[in-house]
């Protein structure tokens, strides 16, 4: 059973535009939610998190949106530059204090256009 | 920023044999966690560990795996012995106790069983 799904598998998109990328999850209980990159040969990186309380936490070109209701959230990476060509986990945790247990989606790769 | 550095980047071993994955989390951290990432797919936790003990293990953690944290050196991971499936990449993760923040990875370490 995969607890938390992301779409679309891949995405390609123009530097400059703004790039979607998509996450729900199953599991009620989960309330703390990472974003991390994933660059080739290297380990994933936090991008973002967010928190089952907000709807919405955004960090210069990166801004998640969390619906609590539906179980999905988005990441947009906005003006996508060439360098933000990697792959994008989405992951949850929860509840409580643990939040380095983490389920993590399959992954979404961006490529980025110059 | 603070790292968290795993040693040997790659590891080729034949099957039946032991090996030991090594580990040293950023300092101050004090939650220690292991995921195994085969290619192409998404991480999966393993366990974590945390004031010398682990706190929780997934379906994944078989009974051939052990890991610990002798008089704070490297948190490691030993799989003994070594099977096939077990070629993958690990990654081990730390964390905080403060503010409950995602873990930091390091940059994993590929395991190739012969």
């Known amino acids: 059973q995969q607890q938390v799904r992301q779409s679309p598998q891949s995405l390609t998109v123009w530097e400059g535009e703004t790039a979607i990328l998509n996450c729900s999850y199953e599991?009620?209980?989960?309330?703390?939610f990472p974003w991390y990159q994933q660059f080739p040969g290297e380990g994933p990186a936090l991008l973002i998190a967010?928190?089952?309380?907000?709807d919405k936490k955004e960090d210069g070109r990166f801004t998640i949106f969390f619906n609590k209701r539906e179980k999905k959230l988005s990441l947009h990476i906005t003006d996508s530059q060439p360098g933000d060509s990697a792959t994008y986990f989405c992951?949850?945790?929860?509840?409580?204090?643990?939040?380095?247990?983490?389920?993590f989606g399959h992954g979404t790769i961006l490529r980025v256009h110059p | 920023g603070p790292k968290v550095l795993q040693i040997p980047s790659h590891q080729i071993i034949d099957m039946g044999q032991m090996v030991t994955l090594n580990c040293d989390p950023v300092?101050?951290?004090?939650?220690f966690y292991w995921y195994k990432q085969i290619l192409g797919q998404q991480m999966e936790f393993l366990v974590n560990?945390?004031?010398?003990?682990?706190?929780?293990k997934s379906k994944l953690f078989k009974d051939q795996f052990s890991v610990e944290r002798p008089d704070g050196s490297y948190f490691t991971l030993k799989i003994q012995p070594t099977a096939l499936e077990d070629s993958a990449v690990y990654f081990c993760?730390?964390?905080?106790?403060?503010?409950?923040?995602?873990?930091?990875f390091g940059e994993g370490t590929r395991l190739s069983v012969l």
């Open positions: 993760a730390s964390s905080s106790d403060r503010d409950n923040q995602a873990p930091l």
């Open positions: 599991n009620s209980a989960f309330d703390y």
């Open positions: 967010i928190r089952s309380v907000s």
């Open positions: 992951a949850a945790s929860g509840p409580g204090a643990n939040t380095g247990k983490l389920t």
């Open positions: 300092s101050n951290h004090l939650y």
């Open positions: 560990f945390y004031n010398g003990k682990v706190m929780e």
